[in-house]
């Protein structure tokens, strides 16, 4: 498996995962298209035999960041991906400068709350009825 930057190239296959996975962001291939060309926008994805199988956005500006957007495909999902993911963009956070990362998460998605706090983030606020369905989001930061 292999860890590397997204590219134009790869929205179609980012939209897809995005399509099989309900809880990410959304954002389809016109949004994706936007976010890769973004300055402050990056993007990581995983391949296996140069399949595209999972993802993780990150925007990081004058040292703060926010991740945006993750997702694994279904047929890749409990082996490690998310947390490789997940910890290559706080890794290349920091090494840009980056002091401070946080997240929204649905607070019913106790498996991506899970996963977030193996990765050192913790609970900082909520933001009431923020998802479409009016669940709340639990923001959840780490500082690095």
Not at 62 to 72: D, K, Q, R, S, Y
Not at 129 to 144: R, S
């Amino acid at each position: 498996m292999n860890i590397r930057r997204a590219t134009a190239l790869d929205v179609s296959e980012l939209a897809r995962i995005e399509r099989l996975q309900p809880q990410s962001a959304q954002w389809g291939e016109k949004g994706w298209k936007t976010e890769i060309i973004q300055a402050a926008s990056y993007v990581f994805c995983m391949e296996e035999d140069k399949k595209l199988i999972g993802f993780a956005a990150l925007r990081l500006a004058a040292g703060f960041g926010e991740i945006l957007n993750v997702a694994v495909h279904p047929d890749y999902c409990r082996r490690g991906i998310g947390f490789q993911l997940l910890s290559r963009l706080v890794q290349y956070a920091r090494s840009q400068g980056g002091e401070e990362l946080t997240l929204e998460v649905n607070i019913y998605n106790r498996a991506a709350i899970s996963l977030y706090s193996k990765i050192g983030f913790s609970e900082i606020g909520r933001r009431e009825k923020f998802y479409h369905n009016k669940e709340d989001a639990l923001i959840m930061g780490i500082t690095l």
